[in-house]
């Protein structure tokens, strides 16, 4: 164990806040910023890509929604600048959010930070379980269109299929090789999606590009893809990808930062592009089910978005299975059998209720929309831009302040707005279909 790792191991208490930050059972300062970018990578170019054409692109047209992503990388890449900086803030590694928000500003926030990054989490991860139950459906879909198995019975069999990664991955820098194993799978489907459609495109006549609705409606729907915009670009757990890199930790975070919003960004740009031009406003908010093609082709990219789904879950769902594991004391090897039975009943109790909450409720742009409302923007925007200006105080010109404090103020109007919207949404589909609904 290195000098950083056994410091990092201790209970580390802030005297000012009476706040103690405890250990964690999980490795850090291990990884190298390349395998961290792929981390990022992987978030950026999970299956949520194959819903960007018809969640963000449908609502916004060409102009806004190419605007609107380019807008989106620019300001996401400085955000989570902000976060990558403040690591080790106060001399102090802060390897998770809540302990970063804490330190900063007392107990209070990080309660808050925690339940904020909590629900953020889980609604990501409820959107996964939906994208795997969506992808494996199609599959049945192409070979037997009966109806006898619906989506809620296919997001179960997801779930399951999640919960036993989960199961066998003890923490998020053991992932290792299956980051290379994502990262075929989403050129698969990628690619895929793009060639499809791209042949669909030159062979259909004529689409639609006007955005659909009232203006009231637009209104809403315009908002509402505000958030699904900052959604694309965020994980609400920088800190705790940032935990895993070795030293220095914020050069190589700022390493793995540019290559997300760089290389990272542009599978996700061709086929949010590629996808709208060849479909228009009729686009599918899950891009494969607008294609068409050969049976095999479509089913191995189906496949492929299915396995990807369950491996990004397993990334999205680690600061939950990390706070699991250090306040119970899981320790010494991962295949322990006392530690096996741990990760089965934790972390299957935490899938299960996951994927009941995404059979009910299988509304993915809605679930999209609401997460980024409620929980990226106040983390990745508001609360970094605000942490900043606290703990940077005295090194920052009036300029400078105020234009941190514009930020706050702007994504404040902007979350409490993308929130009516996102609320609306699910009401209105909520009319529209029941429970369990086979969507």
Known sequence: MDTSEARNRKVVSVEKFDLEIPETAHQISSDSWFQVAFVLTTGINSAYVLGY????????GWIGGVVGLLL????SLYANSLIAKLHEFGGKRHIRYRDLAGFIYGKKMYRVTWGLQYVNLFMINCGYIILAGSALKAV????????????????????VVCAIFAIGIPHLSALGIWLGVSTILSLIYIVVAIVLSAKDGVNKPSRDYNIQGSSIDKIFTITGAAANLVFAFNTGMLPEIQATVKQPVVKNMMKALYFQFTAGVLPMYTVTF???WAYGSSTSTYLLNSVTGPLWVKALANISAFLQSVISLHIFASPTYEFMDT???IKGSPLALKNLLFRTVARGSYIAVSTLLSALLPFLGDFMSLTGAISTFPLTFILANHMYVVAMNDKLSHVQKLW??????????????????????IAVDSKNFHVFADV
Do not use: Q
């Open 327 to 329: 306040k119970y004391g």
């Open 274 to 276: 590629i996808g709208y």
């Open 140 to 159: 049945y879909v192409l070979f037997r269109d009966d109806s006898v198995m619906k989506l809620p019975h296919f997001i179960a069999i997801a779930g």
């Open 404 to 425: 941190h404090w514009l930020n706050v103020c702007f994504f404040g109007l902007m979350s409490l707005a993308a929130a009516i919207a996102a609320v609306r949404l």
């Open 53 to 60: 054409s018809g969640t963000v692109m449908v609502p916004l």
């Open 72 to 75: 989106a990388t620019g300001i």
